[in-house]
C-alpha cells in the first residue's frame, strides 16, 4: 500500500515496479542500483477511469468494477496487480470497503498487489491488521511541504497534504 503526500511520487514508483517487472520478465537489465525481486508470471494494471463524455450508460464507478472484473477473469496465482488510485470514484466509505474485499481476496489466492490510494480509511484498515504480508510505504513530504520525492516504509496518515497545493496554486491570502 503506497500512501501520502500529493504530487509526491507515489504514481510514479508504482510505474517504475511495472516497468521493472516487465524488464525483468524479458531477461533484459533493471535500470536501478538495485532490484530484488521476484518475477511474477503476469502483471496487470488498473488505474482509476477518468470521466468520459457523451453517450456513456456506465457510470465511472461501473467502469471501474468492469475493468477489474475482467482482470479478475485472467489473474492468475504469481500474478502482480499495480492499482492506482482504484475503486476511488464512490465516497470513501464505500470505496475503501470495495478495494479492501479487491485486495485482500486477490492476496490469499498468492496474487501481489501494490496499490497507490488516497483512501486513508482503506490503508489504514489494512495497517490495523498486522498482517505480516502487507507493507506500507508513504511518499515523503518535508515539514516546509516540499517533497523529496522519496518514498519510503510509514504507516498511513490522514492526510494527503492537499492544502499544500491549494496554496501553491492560490497563494497563502485566498481568503477562501
Known amino acids: ?97 470495495l478495494a479492501r474485499q479487491v485486495v485482500e481476496t486477490l492476496r490469499d489466492c498468492g496474487i501481489t498487489v501494490v496499490y497507490v490510494t488516497h483512501m486513508y480509511e482503506l490503508a489504514r484498515g489494512l495497517a490495523d491488521a498486522e498482517d505480516p504480508r502487507h507493507a506500507f510505504l508513504r511518499a515523503e513530504r518535508l515539514d516546509s511541504g516540499d517533497r523529496t520525492f522519496r518514498v519510503l516504509p510509514g504507516r498511513p496518515l490522514p492526510t494527503s497534504h492537499g492544502e499544500d497545493l491549494f496554496q501553491r496554486i492560490f497563494g497563502t491570502a485566498a481568503g477562501v
Do not use: W
Request: hydrophobic share 35%; proline share 4%.
Open 1 to 97: 500500500m503506497i500512501t501520502g503526500a500529493n504530487h509526491g511520487g507515489k504514481t510514479t514508483l508504482l510505474r517504475s515496479i511495472g516497468t521493472a517487472q516487465l524488464m525483468l520478465r524479458c531477461g533484459m537489465p533493471v535500470p536501478a542500483r538495485e532490484y530484488r525481486g521476484p518475477v511474477h508470471s503476469q502483471v496487470l494494471t488498473h488505474f482509476g477511469g477518468e470521466e468520459r463524455d457523451g453517450g456513456d450508460t456506465a457510470g465511472r464507478l461501473e467502469e471501474e468494477l468492469a475493468r477489474m472484473s475482467a482482470i479478475a477473469d485472467v489473474i492468475r496465482p504469481g500474478a502482480l496487480l499495480l492499482c492506482n488510485e482504484s475503486l476511488a470514484s464512490t465516497n470513501e466509505r464505500e470505496g475503501a470497503a
